[in-house]
């Protein structure tokens, strides 16, 4: 029996052995990275498959045809707006002349500083019934109508405005490229400048618009803070009051599911967008086009139209804020601001550091591995940036919680030991969550200055004995220290600006300045939260000035 049994377990050995040098270390890295994405889905998903009657038959009679109503109507509205306002100011800077373009090419980029819910609350504080400018108007003029500001179209023109940037920035840089040639094609056809933007131009840059918009819808199902500011419920407010008004956590994971296959949907019609982008144009002078000038009016009459858009987008709101800040800065600023403060750089720089070490690997297993299975697990792991936080706090805190569950029976039932919760209500629970949301935004930085090292420079470093490890740390780290630096950045940014996973998944009293603003406008308590909006504010200032000038080469 023991030899025949022995080269069994030999053989199961050698099994394991042999799969494990297939995968390679690289991709099995890459396959735990892509793990930490398929848990949290699959744990909101499974909840389909056990469904609870009395949970549904609530959401059915109670809430769930107002938030497909709400959420459809503001996707509708907010990707409607951002189509039109990006695309026209994106054709205006990218194609024409008037005065002040240049300026405007990179300062309509500048509201992407500004987070969604900060503009929200702005919008309220200055526009509500007792805000100074109704209060003004009513001294003014004794006029008591005036448009609420608390419903379905404040909510929309505030993302609009929040959000065009995202297609101003694609679409421009659509339009930038297709050059000269495609207006010379038009105008051979016979049609002037104008029609050659109806006709050729912009059916062209539709699958990056399309993407653009996407992205806009995106955003829009993933917005926490500023549908809260608004009172304003749409699937991802319903999860949250789900979870902490109903303290029902089966009741948040059916939603998050139906939100899931949402997502999904919009996914799959992302990609088809993408797999439509097949126009190119070949050598440099494709993105050298002379001009549109407009003269006279038309030149003022464009300005002007910028101009209101960067004032009420960025100028306004950021005005406001320093305002109030100085107004109230001296009797709100104390020592629990610093706590806020170093919570929120602690909570991004740890995001910040392991979302660059875990795109570092998922883009150095992309170089090493170019089969489909190796590029089926980056698109995987990097799927989390199209969940919206309230998804992924659910969809992380349940597994968490039944590993905690786990083992303190397994404490209790083999050591007789009795033991706390070790893992709930800790950072772990967070800072998975967040690794998870914004790994896209790391990799696409870090893989994009991947792409640039030819396979040259690695055949050249072996041939001189530099390979592995060794070829990371001498050769590619340095090439890469800038998409690293970029995409860590980026990744502290948006960690600095999000709310709903650290809202929910918060260990006891653990708030940061997001939550604090979340704390203070759900009392109505807009001047109080300028203090910890405007830190955030100037946290993304930097970067997005990085990115406008990189628009701009």
Same mark, same amino acid.
């Given at each position: 029996?023991?030899?025949?049994?022995?080269?069994?377990?030999?053989?199961?050995?050698?099994?394991?052995?042999?799969?494990?040098?297939?995968?390679?270390?690289?991709?099995?890295?890459?396959?735990?990275?892509?793990?930490?994405?398929?848990?949290?889905?699959?744990?909101?998903?499974?909840?389909?498959?056990?469904?609870?009657?009395?949970?549904?038959?609530?959401?059915?009679?109670?809430?769930? +045809?107002?938030? /497909?109503?709400? $959420?459809?109507?503001?996707? !509708?509205?907010? *990707?409607?707006?951002? =189509?039109? &306002?990006?695309?026209?100011?994106?054709?205006?800077?990218?194609?024409?002349?008037?005065?002040?373009?240049?300026?405007?090419?990179?300062?309509?980029?500048?509201?992407?500083?500004?987070?969604?819910?900060?503009?929200?609350?702005?919008?309220?504080?200055?526009?509500?019934?007792?805000?100074?400018?109704?209060?003004?108007?009513?001294?003014?003029?004794?006029?008591?109508?005036?448009?609420?500001?608390?419903?379905?179209?404040?909510?929309?023109?505030?993302?609009?405005?929040?959000?065009?940037?995202?297609?101003?920035?694609? +679409?421009?840089? /659509?339009?930038? $490229?297709?050059?000269?040639? !495609?207006?010379? *094609?038009?105008?051979? =056809?016979? &049609?002037?400048?104008?029609?050659?933007?109806?006709?050729?131009?912009?059916?062209?840059?539709?699958?990056?618009?399309?993407?653009?918009?996407?992205?806009?819808?995106?955003?829009?199902?993933?917005?926490?803070?500023?549908?809260?500011?608004?009172?304003?419920?749409?699937?991802?407010?319903?999860?949250?009051?789900?979870?902490?008004?109903?303290?029902?956590?089966?009741?948040?994971?059916?939603?998050?599911?139906l939100l899931v296959i949402i997502v999904f949907a919009i996914l799959l019609l992302e990609q088809q967008a993408r797999a439509r982008m097949s126009y190119t144009q070949i050598g440099r002078g494709a993105a050298q086009q002379q001009r549109i000038q407009l003269h006279g009016w038309r030149g003022w009459l464009v300005t002007l139209y910028a101009s209101v858009i960067l004032l009420i987008a960025f100028i306004v709101p950021v005005m406001q804020l320093l305002l109030w800040t100085m107004e109230y800065a001296l009797n709100d600023l104390d020592a629990r601001y610093f706590q806020f403060l170093w919570h929120s750089l602690l909570l991004a720089t740890l995001t910040a550091v392991a979302v660059g070490m875990t795109a570092l690997v998922l883009a150095y297993a992309g170089r090493r591995h170019r089969d489909l299975p190796t590029r089926v697990l980056i698109r995987v792991s990097t799927m989390g940036y199209a969940l919206p936080g309230p998804v992924l706090a659910v969809g992380t805190f349940i597994p968490i919680a039944w590993f905690d569950n786990l083992l303190i029976d397994t404490a209790q039932q083999w050591f007789n030991l009795e033991i706390s919760q070790l893992l709930q209500g800790t950072l772990i629970t967070m800072l998975l969550a967040l690794i998870v949301r914004f790994q896209a935004v790391g990799f696409s930085s870090i893989d994009g200055h991947m792409q640039r090292i030819t396979t040259s420079v690695d055949d050249a470093a072996r041939s001189l004995g530099c390979s592995g490890l060794n070829l990371l740390r001498r050769i590619h780290l340095p090439i890469l220290s800038g998409g690293i630096f970029t995409g860590m950045m980026l990744v502290f940014v948006d960690v600095m600006k999000e709310m709903p996973i650290t809202l929910m998944t918060r260990p006891f009293g653990w708030d940061t300045l997001a939550v604090r603003i979340f704390e203070l406008t759900s009392e109505g308590e807009w001047q109080r939260a300028a203090l910890p909006a405007i830190a955030i504010v100037i946290a993304g200032l930097l970067p997005t000035l990085l990115l406008t000038r990189h628009a701009e080469r």
């Open positions: 029996m023991d030899v025949s049994t022995t080269p069994i377990a030999s053989s199961s050995g050698a099994g394991r052995l042999s799969v494990l040098r297939t995968l390679g270390p690289w991709r099995l890295v890459a396959l735990l990275i892509t793990l930490l994405v398929l848990v949290p889905i699959s744990v909101v998903l499974s909840s389909l498959l056990n469904p609870e009657p009395e949970i549904w038959n609530h959401l059915v009679e109670n809430v769930l +045809a107002d938030l /497909a109503i709400n $959420t459809l109507w503001l996707i !509708a509205g907010v *990707a409607s707006g951002t =189509l039109v &306002l990006g695309v026209s100011l994106a054709w205006l800077t990218a194609v024409c002349q008037f005065p002040g373009r240049r300026l405007f090419a990179w300062a309509l980029l500048l509201p992407l500083a500004v987070p969604a819910y900060v503009t929200a609350f702005v919008a309220v504080g200055l526009l509500d019934f007792t805000g100074p400018l109704q209060t003004w108007w009513r001294a003014e003029f004794g006029l008591e109508q005036f448009p609420e500001i608390r419903s379905r179209g404040g909510v929309i023109a505030v993302m609009i405005l929040a959000f065009y940037p995202y297609v101003y920035l694609i +679409a421009r840089n /659509a339009f930038q $490229t297709q050059g000269q040639r !495609a207006m010379e *094609a038009a105008q051979s =056809l016979g &049609l002037n400048r104008w029609g050659g933007f109806w006709r050729v131009s912009l059916p062209m840059a539709r699958p990056w618009i399309v993407g653009g918009v996407m992205l806009v819808v995106m955003e829009c199902l993933a917005d926490f803070g500023t549908v809260a500011v608004f009172n304003y419920d749409t699937f991802t407010s319903g999860i949250y009051k789900a979870w902490y008004s109903l303290f029902s956590l089966p009741a948040a994971s059916q939603l998050a599911s």
